[in-house]
């Protein structure tokens, strides 16, 4: 009797087991899976923290168009500013992992909202990311967790993965998880819109020197759009202007030091795109794909 229960439970749990091996197979099937790191600076003042690493995933894009116009001339470049959601997401007390749940829940649906809009006025059709906050590694459609990443963006299945770990708890940055989620966000508007269609397609068939310029293209505009996001919101107590020139000298310094290859760019030029997406505030200046090449370095 206790040996066929325990044949049954033997069974079940091998079952359950090749489920999730056959899920993992059929999902991470796409063709690439680069890891890229995204760091954010600390809570504190600068010197003191480890960078965060990070990583934006990537899918396939849906093969109706193709060229590089969908990146360099998207219809996104000619709707304006970014719609003001009057966002305010209320604070982020301490050690709640509750209160980081609502507070990200909240962000998340001012970006939805601002950026929704944007696509209506460029007449793309528009759908939300996921959203999954996660405080140990996961494996996601788009490979397994990169080693001290704290946030993904895996078009695979559209998801915004961002990791919150014991010191981001202990002592929360707002402002710094804020534009962490809306660069991850401004992944998957590149990827709702068609750019990254582009970016995915190019890189398939460049060299290794074009794929490090595509990818800074790429992580660059993010960063853009995030900052875009970020301008909605300047003066009021999440974007303070003392916070964010810390957080842009923050990059400057350090935006740079997580990645062995030069493939998000160097501080001054993320400083350089941040400074340019908050003060115009529209996503047109953030086309990095017919920028100067110089300026993309
Ligand atoms: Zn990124």
Redesign the pocket.
């Known amino acids: 009797m206790t040996l066929v229960a325990a044949v049954v439970a033997l069974a079940l749990a091998v079952a359950a087991l090749v489920l999730v091996l056959a899920d993992v197979a059929t999902t991470s099937a796409d063709p690439v899976n680069e890891a890229?790191k995204?760091a954010s600076p600390p809570a504190k003042a600068p010197g003191n923290g480890d960078a965060n690493g990070?990583g934006?995933g990537k899918g396939k894009q849906p093969a109706t168009q193709t060229g590089q116009s969908l990146a360099t001339a998207s219809r996104l470049y000619r709707t304006g500013r970014l719609a003001d959601v009057n966002c305010s997401p209320g604070a982020l007390p301490a050690g709640s992992m509750v209160a980081y749940r609502r507070f990200l829940t909240r962000v998340t649906a001012c970006l939805n909202k601002a950026w929704g809009a944007q696509f209506r006025k460029a007449r793309i059709s528009f759908t939300k990311p996921r959203l999954r906050i996660i405080t140990s590694k996961v494996h996601t459609p788009c490979g397994a967790w990169n080693t001290g990443a704290d946030g993904v963006?895996c078009a695979a299945d559209r998801t915004m993965y961002l990791m919150i770990s014991k010191d981001q708890l202990r002592n929360p940055f707002p402002l710094g998880i804020t534009r962490l989620i809306a660069?991850?966000y401004?992944?998957h508007v590149q990827q709702v819109s068609g750019i990254w269609r582009y970016y995915w397609t190019a890189r398939a068939i460049a060299g290794k020197a074009r794929r490090l310029q595509l990818s800074r293209n790429?992580?660059l505009q993010?960063?853009c759009f995030s900052a875009v996001f970020m301008s909605t919101m300047k003066g009021t107590s999440l974007v303070t202007d003392a916070d964010w020139a810390y957080t842009v000298n923050w990059f400057r310094k350090n935006g740079a030091k997580g990645w062995p290859q030069n493939d998000?760019g160097r501080g001054p030029t993320q400083a350089a795109w941040m400074t340019r997406g908050f003060n115009r505030g529209t996503p047109g200046a953030c086309n990095t794909w017919a920028a100067d090449p110089r300026k993309v370095t």
């Open positions: 890229q995204l990070g934006d963006y660069h991850e401004g992944h790429s992580e993010a960063e998000h």
